[in-house]
Nanobody
Framework: QVQLVESGGGLVEAGGSLRLSCAVS????????MAWYRQAPGKQRELVAS???????NFPDSVKGRFTISRDGAKNTVYLQMNSLKPEDTAVYYC???????????????WGQGTQVTVSS
C-alpha cells in the first residue's frame, strides 16, 4: 500500500528554520508531481510549493524567497526547507504526491498525515 510519511515539523521562533521531509513508502511505478500544502485553523488548505518530476518549481508569493522545495528521486522523497519563518506560517503542513502504484495503470493523488509547524512570535 502506498503511503506518504512526513517528518520534521515542530515549534520554532520567528526567523528560524525548519525542514520537512516526505517519503513515499510502498511499491510504485511512477512518482510524478509532488507538493506541500498547509492549512491553518479556520482557513482553507493552500499550496505552499510544488515540484514536477522534471524539476519545475512553483511557489505562491507568500513564501517566495523563504521556502525551497527539492526532491530526491533515488529516495522518493520531497523536502521543504523553510527559512525566515513567520507566525503566519503556523499551520499543519501536508505532503501531496501524484503516484502510479505498481499494480495500477493510472495516477492517483496521495496525501500525507500532516505535520504541525508552529512559529512563535
Amino acid at each position: 500500500q502506498v503511503q506518504l510519511v512526513e517528518s520534521g515539523g515542530g515549534l520554532v521562533e520567528a526567523g528560524g528554520s525548519l525542514r520537512l521531509s516526505c517519503a513515499v513508502s510502498g511499491s510504485i511505478s511512477s512518482l510524478n508531481a509532488m507538493a506541500w500544502y498547509r492549512q491553518a485553523p479556520g482557513k482553507q488548505r493552500e499550496l505552499v510549493a510544488s515540484i514536477t518530476s522534471g524539476g519545475r518549481i512553483n511557489f505562491p508569493d507568500s513564501v517566495k524567497g523563504r521556502f525551497t522545495i527539492s526532491r530526491d528521486g533515488a529516495k522518493n522523497t520531497v523536502y521543504l526547507q523553510m527559512n525566515s519563518l513567520k507566525p503566519e506560517d503556523t499551520a499543519v503542513y501536508y505532503c501531496n504526491a501524484k503516484i502510479v502504484p505498481l499494480t495500477q495503470l493510472y495516477e492517483y493523488t496521495y496525501w500525507g498525515q500532516g505535520t504541525q509547524v508552529t512559529v512563535s512570535s
